[in-house]
Structure formats: structure tokens, C-alpha cells
């Protein structure tokens, strides 16, 4: 019977492993997680090594979930900087998409959107340092407007697919660093 229950247990862990890498939401890929721990924690257990098995419930079950949820939770403000010249522009239909477009991108990911301009630097050491998550200029020589980021970041990727039906707006990664979010 002890062999049975743990072969179950295994089979649990196999289909847990498979649903936290294959789901989209964060926070249920947290109770995933946390669910993981206590079942490989109840097969230690089972297999005569209970030190390992309540280190993995508190560290696997407890400590790794409530750090991912800290982190989820405080990383809910875009930053974008605005680099179009705003003086030459006209507010075309266009310009004004963009800015649509950015703001029910945020409203979808639930986020903040934070606007800033003028500020000097490189994209490379914008996005960075100073933590700037899309970089947004208007290229007169494509008639496109560019919005870069991260390549690095899984935002991207899903604001390259929100805007894909817009022809005047390319998504650009950036190439970095060693440093990934």
C-alpha cells in the first residue's frame, strides 16, 4: 500500500510540474508551487527522512511562495519613457492610438502606468539602470513609431502581440546586459 500511495504521489508531482510550466496566471502558479512542497515533503516523510521533509515545507511550501508574492505584488508599475518630439507632432490618430494602445495594455495586465520624458541617457543604461521598462520614439525615416524594451521581458513579447494589427508601431527588444527580470 506505502508503494502505491507514493507512486500516486509521484504522479502528482509530474502533473503539478506540468500545469506550473505550462499556466499563465501568476498567482496560481504560486499555489502550484506551494502545493509541489507539500506533496514532495509528504514523500519524504513517507521515506524515513523527516529533516528534509520539514525543511521542504517550510522552504518549498511557505518561504519560496511568499517571496514570489512579494514580488508579483510590487512589480505592478510600467515605466515609460517618452521620447517623441510632441512640439513637431500633431496629435494624430496615430499618435493618439499609441498612447490607446499602452493604456489598455497596462488595463489588461492589471498595471500602472507611469509616463516620464526628458530624461538623457542611453537606452541600454535607461532600461537598465533606472529601471525603464519601454522606451517609446517615433522614427521619421520608417514613419513608425518604435517602442523598445527589455528583451529580457515577457512584457514585450505580449506588447509585440498587442500590437501587431498596427503597421505604424514596432516593437523592439533590446539587447542587454547579464541582468533578466
Not at 14 to 21: E, F
Not at 56 to 81: D, K, M, N, T, W
Not at 126 to 134: A, M, W
Amino acid at each position: 500500500m506505502h508503494e502505491i500511495i507514493a507512486f500516486i504521489l509521484q504522479v502528482f508531482l509530474i502533473i503539478i510540474a506540468i500545469a506550473i510550466v505550462l499556466h499563465k496566471e501568476n498567482f496560481t502558479i504560486i499555489i502550484y508551487i506551494a502545493t509541489f512542497g507539500l506533496i514532495a515533503a509528504t514523500l519524504y516523510a513517507m521515506n524515513q527522512a523527516p529533516d528534509v521533509a520539514i525543511a521542504e515545507v517550510a522552504i518549498g511550501s511557505a518561504i519560496i511562495p511568499l517571496i514570489y508574492v512579494i514580488s508579483i505584488s510590487r512589480q505592478r508599475e510600467y515605466i515609460i519613457l517618452d521620447r517623441v518630439d510632441h512640439d513637431r507632432f500633431q496629435l494624430d490618430e496615430q499618435n493618439v492610438l499609441v498612447y490607446e494602445l499602452l493604456t489598455s495594455f497596462v488595463e489588461r495586465y492589471d498595471l500602472r502606468m507611469n509616463v516620464c520624458a526628458d530624461i538623457e541617457g542611453s537606452e541600454e543604461m535607461l532600461t537598465e539602470e533606472l529601471n525603464v521598462d519601454l522606451i517609446i520614439v517615433y522614427n521619421d525615416e520608417t514613419k513608425r513609431f518604435e517602442l523598445k524594451g527589455k528583451a529580457s521581458s515577457v512584457l514585450v513579447d505580449r506588447l509585440k502581440k498587442h500590437c501587431k494589427d498596427h503597421p505604424f508601431i514596432e516593437v523592439i527588444p533590446l539587447k542587454e546586459g547579464g541582468a533578466f527580470d
